[in-house]
């Protein structure tokens, strides 16, 4: 479970280096270790909502990703 809780917050990371290197998205503030928490979701909506529709297909589908792996994080305790 260690390892797959590992992987996943591995993959994590790469999605947020990847926004980070498009020009519209500032993730800095935005850390591997906050996409623990529930309220990650929320803030990084929060954050783009103002230029939503400027965001190219592949930052919005990168947000999803971010979504359904932190989802993906909390339904792993109750498969243990």
């Keep these: 479970m260690r390892g797959i809780q590992k992987a996943v917050i591995k993959v994590i990371d790469v999605c947020l ?33 103002p230029i939503w529709h400027t965001l190219r297909k592949k930052s919005k589908q990168l947000i999803s990703d971010l979504k359904t792996l932190r989802k993906l994080l909390d339904y792993l305790p109750y498969y243990e």
């Design 17 to 49: 280096k990847e926004m980070r290197k498009t020009n519209k998205v500032d993730v800095d503030d935005l850390m591997v270790e906050n996409g623990l928490f529930k309220s990650f979701d929320e803030i990084v909506r929060r954050q783009l909502d």
